[in-house]
Structure formats: structure tokens, C-alpha cells
């Protein structure tokens, strides 16, 4: 090691020790949020002011403490290596499901990462001692229970007021069924458009994200994945909760790849042709096909009698068949910022099931057991305005 950065390592410590210049502590600017829940495991993402390193730590509901030093720690690494960056995509594994856990994050702030042979790092923290209550997804589970907002398009004053009252006991995930920002110029705004509203609810609640149309926009569109997780790290997957199974699907914008809103930089008919091969396995999946509800949750509907700008017209011509083909149950979507529901075969449409579009300015409230399922559409100010039920 030099001898001049042994020296301002030394003084570094020194000076942190002495409290002579204030070490940073490692806090949040955005998060804890929860994604991409599955039976054995889930993903804590965050962002920190300063550049942090961060490991996240778990208990099961058992009455023990965290302070544990027996406890697996969790980590963010790349081949190997622990990174150290402002945003954090940690992953828990090895759970049970069905299964309520606590989690802890715990980190430190490099204060000099300059010299690859000796980081400072500022004091171990922990960013939050406890959030309690995130449960692993369970096939097995008698029911599921979710809600789902979409189109709020920034408006967060919006967003707190559907979100009133959701309890995170009452709830297995909270669906944002996309156009939860109007573009991404910047990953902090979408951060804090999509998780900022939330914030309480998202550290223990799971949150399960379909993209919308305009969260393609913008000048950091291509950083969003960052932001979300996902079993493929696509925005199009599949998941299963008791009773029901999902098929999250990604339309990508809504109109042509040539349209000049794009700027020559859209290629979505690849994406979606990319997609629907996907989906074209996905339906085949065991946990898919057994399951008593299947529930497709796509931003973009597959109906054709309202504005079928070309998109929403690509989804009814190439992904409708597939999904009448598969015996999905029902489809929920948002983007034409109304009610809409569409029986099946509903003003000449094609689909084979309900299609239930959810206002920009309501919530939906769903429910299943393995015989019926139930939607209630809330208002901003908590009255029920329509309802649904389902039954096999
Ligand atoms: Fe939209």
C-alpha cells in the first residue's frame, strides 16, 4: 500500500473517531419496497443517498429477536463481489411458503472507495431495525386477496387517497397496473411516483408491477428495470397465489413503432412478438392450468370497440386467442382512465372472458376462494361504486 493513501485512510478513521468531521450514516432516500414475492423467497429494493454497502437479514414471525448474529446474511453481488452503489436490489431466499417473515437492512456509507486495496466506510447501521409482515405466496392457500390501482400519473395526493385504509394483513400483494408516472425523464421521480405515495404499506406489502404504456417514455426509461423485480426480470411473468393464477403481460407503447411520439427509437412489435412466445409456454405451465382462477393483469386491454389504437388492436389479433385458448377466467386493465366492463363477447369483442378496466381515479378490491371471486370497485373516498362476483 502507498504510503501516502495509508495516511489519508488513517486520517479518515481519525477523523471519524475524533467526530472531528461528521462520518455519513447510511439511511433511505426511496424504499424499502418488496418485489417479486414468491414461495421461497422475495427482493428488498432501496436507494441511498450515498454510496452504501447493504445487507438485509430476515426472522420468521416467531417473537425472537433480530439481534441474532446466528442469522443468514443477504447480499447484493455481482460475480461474486458485494457491491456498494445507491441503489439496491437485494434478494431473500430459502423460505417457506405461506410463511410471515420480518426483515432488517442494515448497511455502511463509503466514504473513500478511491483505492481498490482499503475503502473507509463511514459506521454499520441499521437503516431499520424491523418491518414486519411480508408473507411468502402459497399455491396452496385457501384464498387470495389483492387490490390494484392504475393511471395515477403522478398524482400523489390521488394515490394516499385510494390507498386509505388498506390494511397489510387484509392483503396478499397491491397490483399497479401501470401509468403510474407519465414518463421517466428521471428513475427518482419514478421512484417516487410509484413508491413514495406507498411508502408504509410497499415495506411489507408486496407490490406487483405491469407496466403502462407511459412508463416506456422519457430519458431514463431504460433504468426502470432497476427499480422492479420480477421471476424473469421481464415485465411479462407468471405467478400463482392459492386459488388464482396471473399472467402479467407488458403491451409496451400504444402506438406504432413509426409514430413520431417515438422518435425512431421504438421497436415494441419485437418485444411483443418476443412476449408472446413466452406466453405461448407460459399457459402450459401445471400451476397455471390447474389453478381455479386464471387472471391476466395487463395495462393495455384486449378490446377492440374503444379506441383500438393499434396496440390494443396487436393484443385482441395475437394475444387474445392465446388467452381464450388458455381458459382465462378474467383480465384487468387500466388505461382509458374509466369504468369499463366487457362481458365476454361483450360490443362484438372477441374475448372469452370478463375484461374489467379500472378508472385512473378507483381502486379494485379482489378477492377468491377456489369457488367464487369478488371485486369491489372503491372510490377515492372509500364508497364502493360497483362490484363483480365470479363463481365456479
Ligand atoms: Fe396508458
Known sequence: MAMNKQLTILAALLASTLCLAQPKKATFQYGPWIQNVTETGFTVIFKTPEPTLAFVEVAPED?????????????????GRRTSGTLHKIRVTGLEPGTAYRYRVTGKVALDDSYAYGIVWGPQLHMVEQISGIRTLDSKAGECRFSMINDIHAHTDQYKDLIKGLKPEDMDFLV???????????????????????????????????RGNHESRGRQFDLVPRIFDSPTSEFYFQFRQGPCAFLVLDGGEDKTDSSGEYSDTA????????????????????EFVNAPWRIVLI????????????????????????????????MLSGHHHKYIYVAPGAEGNKNAFPIL???????????????????KVVNREGKEIHSHSFSK
Not at 417473537?63 to 460475480?79: Q, W
Not at 392465446?322 to 381458459?327: M, S, W
Open 63 to 79: 417473537g425472537s429477536s433480530m439481534y441474532n448474529s446466528d442469522r443468514k446474511r443477504y447480499y447484493e453481488t455481482v460475480a
Open 176 to 210: 399497479m397496473n401501470g401509468d403510474m408516472a407519465s414518463y421517466v425523464n428521471s428513475l427518482d421521480t419514478m421512484m417516487k411516483y410509484t413508491f413514495g405515495p406507498a411508502k408504509e404499506l410497499l415495506q411489507s406489502v408486496p407490490s406487483i408491477y405491469v
Open 267 to 286: 421497436d415494441f412489435d419485437t418485444y411483443r412478438n418476443t412476449e408472446l412466445e413466452w406466453l405461448k409456454e407460459a399457459v402450459k405451465n401445471p
Open 299 to 330: 395495462h393495455i386491454p384486449t378490446i377492440s370497440h374503444i379506441t383500438p389504437w393499434y396496440t390494443q388492436q396487436w393484443l385482441c389479433d395475437n394475444v387474445l386467442p392465446v388467452l381464450n385458448e388458455a381458459g382465462v377466467d378474467l
Open 357 to 375: 378496466i379500472n378508472s385512473n381515479v378507483d381502486r379494485l378490491d379482489c378477492s377468491a376462494s377456489a369457488k367464487s371471486l369478488s371485486i
